[in-house]
C-alpha cells in the first residue's frame, strides 16, 4: 500500500533539557521526526517528558499515558546524550557530570511496559533500546568502553555527522531472530555513538544481535502482542538511503499500518494488509 494512503499515528519520545533562560523545554532530534515520517509514513506526535506532571503519583502517570496509547498506531523510542538513571536498574550512583533526564526516565519506562502489553508496535534506538531494558528488569553498563574486553563504542564527535554515524563495526545477527528474518543476513555493518549499553537482558527480552565484542546490539520481546524491537545503534541516520535501515523501518510500519487500519473501517483494514 502507498504510504501516504493512511498515514499512521507515530508517538515520538523526546526529553526535557534547560534552555539557558531559566526555564525548560522539550527537544526531539529532527533526524527521528523525519524518519517518522519519511521511513515509517506516519504523521510524528511529541511525546512530551512530563510524567512527573500527571497528577504526581505513578497511577495518575499510567492512566494518562494509556489514554495517549489508544491514539496512537506506534512509538518510537529516540536516543539522547542523557543515560537512564541507575536507581531504576539497581546499579552504582553515575559519575559527577554524567546526563541525566528523570522527567524521561518517569515518562518512558511505564510508557515501555504499557505500550507492549497494550499491543502498540515499538521500536527503540540507542537510549530507547536502553529504556526497554530497563522497564523489563535489565540492567546497564554506565561505561561500556571501560569493560574489560569491550571496544569503545562512542562516537568520533565530528562536527561532521556523516562522520559520526558512519559505519563503525559489525554485528552478528542471532540465526533464526527476528532480525534476522527482517534482514536475512548473519553479519551488518551498523554505525555506534553510545556510551551506555546493555549489560543483563531483561527475563523478557530475546537477544537479536551482538558487537563483536559481545555488547548488546539488538534484542525483541517475544511475548509482546505486536512488533517489539530494540536496537543500539542508529537506523534513523540516512535511513531512505540504508538498505538495511529500510527493512527495519518497513517493518515497523507495516505493525503500525495494521493497528491504523483496525481503528478504522474494514475496507482501510483489508487496504493496509
Known amino acids: 500500500m502507498d504510504r501516504s494512503s493512511l498515514r499512521p499515528l507515530v508517538g515520538v519520545t523526546a526529553c526535557l533539557k534547560e534552555n539557558g533562560r531559566g526555564g525548560w523545554h522539550h527537544t526531539v532530534g529532527d533526524k527521528y521526526v523525519r524518519a517518522a515520517i519519511h521511513a515509517v509514513g506516519g504523521l510524528p506526535v511529541l511525546i512530551p517528558a512530563i510524567g512527573p506532571e500527571l497528577g504526581g503519583d505513578e497511577k495518575a502517570t499510567i492512566e494518562a499515558l494509556d489514554r495517549l496509547l489508544d491514539s496512537l498506531d506506534g512509538v518510537l523510542l529516540t536516543g539522547s546524550p542523557s543515560n537512564v538513571e541507575p536507581h531504576h536498574y539497581g546499579g552504582n550512583q553515575s559519575r559527577e557530570g554524567t546526563a541525566h533526564d528523570p522527567a524521561r526516565d518517569a515518562t518512558t519506562l511505564p510508557l515501555i511496559r504499557h505500550s507492549l502489553d497494550r499491543g502498540v508496535p515499538l521500536f527503540a534506538i540507542c537510549r530507547g533500546a536502553q529504556e526497554v531494558n530497563v522497564a523489563l ?130 475496507s482501510l483494514r483489508a487496504a493496509a494488509e
Open 137 to 266: 528488569g535489565g540492567t546497564l553498563h554506565q561505561l561500556v568502553h571501560e569493560v574489560e574486553g569491550r571496544r569503545d563504542h562512542r562516537s568520533p564527535k565530528s562536527p561532521d555527522s556523516d562522520i559520526n554515524y558512519a559505519p563503525a563495526h559489525d554485528i552478528e545477527i542471532v540465526d533464526g531472530g527476528v532480525l534476522h528474518r527482517l534482514l536475512g543476513e548473519h553479519r551488518v555493518q551498523v554505525n555506534s555513538l553510545h556510551a551506555q549499553g546493555v549489560d543483563r537482558l531483561a527475563p523478557r527480552a530475546r537477544l537479536e544481535a551482538v558487537a563483536e565484542d559481545g555488547q548488546v546490539e539488538a534484542f525483541s520481546v517475544p511475548d509482546a502482542p505486536a512488533f517489539a524491537l530494540a536496537l543500539q545503534w542508529h537506523p534513523e541516520h540516512r535511513a531512505l538511503e540504508n538498505p538495511v535501515s529500510m527493512k527495519l523501518f518497513d517493518a515497523f510500519a507495516a505493525a503500525c499500518r495494521s493497528r491504523a487500519a483496525a481503528r478504522f473501517s474494514p
